[in-house]
């Protein structure tokens, strides 16, 4: 085949689009837009077409043949993760499984401080190599959008560094990762006070991301062990006038956060484990996208995001797995999407959406998320003949992948 020609996949028993969904609210599943015995034509990994199989299979002699029973969905979008990092915490994992908690891990020198050392020990390409091996299990699990925070450097030299490999990993394999810079994770040893520190990120670091297009996103953790609420405005309200996309760590432990992002109009608020109706109400009138982790919750013990209530109220749910070497270290994301929908009650669209449409929209890309002329030809294909057989097998159906469209063969992961 020739892969400058348009390519012919299919057929798959079902194709579920994602298309034509609310922007925001509940979802129920007869709203999914479902095409049985579907095929879909992809040029230059753009879709330029999708329709029945059997209308498209005399137009296009280029095929790509689909020859077992398969369901299509778009390639899943990953919207919260730290994965460039170095080092582990198992030995603090088994400390609080055995009752201490994370505020209290991270005050006596472990948490966020203790990957800082090690990342910051770590050579480019080291951290390269790492970056790599944690991009091929977001593939093997159909995750074909990433977004990957930094905050594991917390110098301008090793927030540089660490944007840097995640510019780099993203040239090398198939994942498109999105940069975040989360400068403002903690406040490193070296400064004496927060102020000091954010007002060093603003001078110095805010130029360089423009001026080397590191990143367009600037995040900061609000919270009692990391940045207060007025110390996050001052730095949000900065990097929005130098035009930023602003998003915020909120109301993880404490409330607060979820409140700012309203005010000050941000595009997402993730966690929100903690956050009540008045909250949500707030969220809701601003247009801010809540990213639920349940990652974290499985992680620490803890209570799930309300996300049941987040929808109730208006919201448009992105659901994220916070993959982290801390607090979520599963890194499994439609596991955990799944293991959200069973205990928030979420309808099997809602969680789909979450983890597509929704989740593609907090990170302000039009161009993916659902399956749809003039889009990219993200897919994530399951061996299977019913789409409900994805969510209720908990993450344990594994997908397929199109390694390359121009061959005739399907790929495993």
């Known amino acids: 085949m020739n892969p400058n020609s348009p390519t012919l996949i299919g057929p798959f028993t079902q194709l579920v689009t994602l298309s034509s969904l609310p922007n925001s609210g509940p ?31 005399h137009k296009h002699p280029n095929k790509h043949v689909i020859d077992f029973p398969a369901v299509a969905l778009p390639g899943f979008v990953d919207c919260h993760t730290h994965i460039c990092y170095a080092g582990s915490r198992a030995s603090e994992y088994a400390l609080r499984v055995s009752g201490k908690n994370y505020q209290d891990i991270a005050a006596n020198g472990g948490g966020i401080l203790n ?13 390269i190599e790492l970056t790599l091996q944690k991009t091929k299990k977001l593939l093997e699990h ?51 006070s927060n102020k000091e520190y954010l007002d060093t990120l603003i001078k110095e670091l805010f130029p360089l991301l423009k001026k080397n297009n590191l990143s367009n996103r600037i995040d900061i953790f609000v919270e009692q ?19 930023f996309s602003i998003c915020l760590h909120a109301d993880q432990f404490s409330r607060g956060g979820a409140l700012l992002a309203a005010e000050l109009g941000a595009l997402s608020a993730d966690h929100l484990e903690v956050s009540q109706p008045e909250d949500f109400a707030a969220l809701a009138k601003a247009n801010v996208i809540p990213v639920a982790l349940p990652g974290a919750s499985l992680g620490l013990g803890l209570p799930m995001p309300k996300a049941r209530q987040m929808l109730d109220a208006g919201l448009a749910l992105a659901i994220a797995s916070d993959w982290n070497p801390g ?81 005739h063969s399907l790929h495993p992961y």
């Open 142 to 192: 159909g995750i074909t959008t990433c977004e990957v925070k930094s905050g594991y450097g917390l110098s301008i030299l090793e927030e540089v560094k660490i944007l840097e490999v995640i510019q780099t990993v993203s040239s090398l394999q198939k994942v498109h990762l999105i940069p975040t810079c989360l400068a403002a994770h903690v406040k490193p040893p070296e400064f004496a």
């Open 225 to 243: 062990n990391a940045f207060s609420v007025e110390e996050a405005r001052y730095y949000l309200q900065t990097a929005k006038q130098m035009g």
């Open 27 to 57: 979802i129920s599943d007869n709203q999914l837009h479902i095409i049985p015995n579907a095929g879909i034509i992809v040029h230059k990994d753009n879709i330029i077409d999708i329709q029945s199989y059997n209308s498209l299979k």
């Open 115 to 127: 990957t800082v050392k090690s990342t910051r020990e770590a050579s480019k390409e080291k951290l």
């Open 327 to 407: 607090s979520a270290p599963m890194g499994n994301l439609l596991a955990e999407a799944a293991i959200l929908g069973a205990s928030q009650k979420l309808t099997m669209a809602e969680t789909l959406a979450g983890i597509t449409i929704r989740a593609a929209r907090a990170l302000e890309l039009q161009d993916r998320g659902s399956l749809e002329i003039g889009k990219r030809a993200d897919l994530v294909i399951f061996p299977c003949t019913d789409y409900r057989e994805i969510l209720y097998n908990q993450g344990s159906l594994m997908p397929y992948c199109l390694e390359k469209l121009c061959t």
